[in-house]
């Protein structure tokens, strides 16, 4: 498996105030929720502007002091981090899992952003930064398909590895699951790509929500990317190494949901993609798993 990189960088407004608890073991966990919006030039030459909401968590003693800052929602703040990918049995049965973002470093900005009222009763900044580079293995065949509309879209599922010393020094190993959607000329040019090729993907964090077979809202994190490079067999030994064939990418995609109507190539301001659209800040972001005692800081 190629050696894993995985960074997001958020720029945007805590949606409310943030909270801490404490794990049944004593450990801190700080959570908040980070909330922009991505704008996007149609072919119209009209602006649109996604929304996105995205919950960030900081463990230990970190955390502790994260809480100390005193930051309320309406904050703007930068975070560096990475995507986190958890499973639990629920409590009705079955395995359940999501993704966040792990946040290593957390700053305030110095100044007030301009806001958006959300429905739900939070705050978005009018404008952001959501940006996701990941390194990891495709985990199955992808299958590329056209929507009625007849624009191509490709899903990937990537497995990102993770490695870390824990408290006693013993080395541990994680991996996150991510799934990445490719839109038009990024899909066709990736529709070769095979299970276990090792691929770079760039693009951006989106929320999908939808209800499930039991009438239940359910919401999920995945990665539009707008750059993907496939990488050699032997990169995860050393640094990534493009393909001989030489790199298939596509550096600004036009990876909006068909249904808006088709969007030109954006400003380089602005990413792709309209995933987080209809979402709420209250919409399934409370959602989530119960108290986790054995992730990584």
Excluded: C
């Excluded at 809480?67 to 049995?89: C, F, I, P």
Aim: hydrophobic share 35%.
């Amino acid at each position: 498996m190629a050696r894993g990189m995985n960074h997001v960088y958020l720029i945007g407004a805590l949606a409310r105030d943030p909270e801490l608890r404490y794990t049944p073991s004593g450990t801190a966990v700080f959570e908040a929720t980070i909330a922009g919006e991505d704008h996007i030039i149609g072919n119209d030459g009209r602006e649109r502007k996604l929304p996105w909401y995205h919950r960030v968590s900081i463990l230990g003693k970190p955390a502790e002091w994260q809480a100390e800052r005193n930051l309320k929602g309406g904050d703007a703040v930068m975070v560096e981090g990475s995507v986190e990918y958890s499973q639990w049995e629920a409590p009705e049965g079955g395995k359940r899992s999501m993704v966040r973002v792990k946040a290593l470093r957390m700053e305030q900005l110095g100044y007030t952003p301009e806001l958006v009222q959300d429905a739900g009763g939070g705050v978005r900044m009018s404008s952001g930064m959501n940006e996701v580079i990941l390194i990891g293995n495709v985990t199955r065949d992808p299958e590329l398909r056209y929507t009625p509309a007849g624009d191509a879209v490709l899903g990937l599922g990537l497995a990102v590895n993770e490695t870390w010393n824990d408290r006693q020094g013993q080395r541990q190993e994680k991996t996150h699951w991510i799934d990445v959607t490719l839109w038009r000329e990024l899909a066709e040019s990736m529709k070769d790509l095979r299970k276990g090729d090792p691929v770079l993907v760039q693009g951006r964090l989106v929320n999908e929500a939808w209800t499930d077979r039991d009438g239940n809202k359910r919401n999920s994190t995945k990665v539009e990317a707008t750059r993907v490079e496939a990488l050699s067999r032997g990169a995860g030994a050393g640094n990534p190494a493009a393909t001989p064939a030489g790199p298939r990418t596509q550096t600004a995609s036009s990876a909006a949901r068909p249904q808006s109507g088709g969007y030109s190539q954006p400003s380089r301001a602005a990413n792709t993609g309209n995933r987080s659209g209809g979402l709420d800040i209250d919409q399934g972001l409370d959602d989530f798993p119960p108290d986790e005692e054995d992730l990584p800081f």
